[in-house]
């Protein structure tokens, strides 16, 4: 099975912030990883896939980027509404994700 | 509109039997794949298993292979999560997602459900 490890698990940020959250995979993926963003009560959003695919809708401040076994997701300048938690997913194989990075105001 | 829609919460006793569902409308139900993924409160994000329902080739996480089903009935455009015999530990946030490869193994998740709060207690 392939292990997803994202970093850090908490991140205290404030608005207008740059922000960089890490996942990193067990083994190679190529650039099979997407990312989502999970507000409390609500399903989870697609805003990349393929590594660095930005999802129809997606503001653009969001990015992502890696191949291989390390890749990131980058918010170029954090808006209030980003405050949530973010995991990665791989889909080299059967589907896994990452424990998540919960982003919180600083 | 192109959405699934969940089948409301469940509280169940354990060793209960339970089945959920999730209806696709608004796209060609038998055209793409359709997961299960599990959240146990306060936690993050595990994938179950995964259904195409145009030929019901089903894949299943090692972790849940042998406790739980998956199915679908493309005639209704509705897939299924099924418990044999519940236990406590299966008390979850159960949502069902639809990757955006279609028919091809991309399976990242652009469709959700809004979720099925499964409750298990005696």
């Known amino acids: 099975d392939i292990q997803m490890t994202q970093s850090p698990s908490t991140l205290s940020a404030s608005v207008g912030d740059r922000v960089t959250i890490t996942c990193r995979a067990s083994?190679?993926?190529?650039?099979?990883l997407a990312w989502y963003q999970q507000k409390p009560g609500k399903a989870p959003k697609l805003l990349i896939y393929?590594?660095?695919s930005l999802e129809s809708g997606v503001p653009s401040r969001f990015s992502g980027s890696g191949s291989g076994t390390e890749f990131t997701l980058t918010i170029s300048s954090l808006q209030p509404d980003d405050f949530a938690t973010y995991y990665c997913?791989?889909?080299?194989?059967?589907?896994?994700f990452g424990q998540g990075t919960k982003v919180e105001i600083k | 509109e192109v959405q699934l829609v969940q089948s409301g919460a469940e509280v169940k006793k354990p060793g209960e039997s339970l089945k959920i569902s999730c209806k696709g409308s608004?796209?060609?139900?038998?055209?793409?794949?359709i997961g299960w993924v599990r959240q146990m409160p306060g936690k993050g994000l595990e994938w179950m298993g995964i259904?195409?329902?145009?030929?019901?080739?089903?894949r299943y996480s090692p972790s849940f292979q042998g406790q739980v089903t998956i199915s679908a009935d493309k005639s209704i455009s509705t897939a299924y999560l099924q418990w044999s015999s519940l236990k406590a530990s299966d008390t979850a946030m159960y949502y069902c997602?639809?990757?955006?490869?279609?028919?091809?193994?991309?399976?990242?998740?652009?469709?959700w459900g809004r979720g099925t709060l499964v409750t298990v207690s005696s």
């Open positions: 393929k590594a660095s």
């Open positions: 608004g796209y060609s139900f038998t055209s793409y794949w």
């Open positions: 997913q791989q889909y080299n194989s059967y589907p896994a």
């Open positions: 259904i195409y329902p145009g030929d019901s080739d089903t």
């Open positions: 083994q190679s993926i190529s650039s099979w």
């Open positions: 997602a639809r990757p955006g490869g279609g028919a091809t193994t991309d399976w990242y998740f652009d469709l």
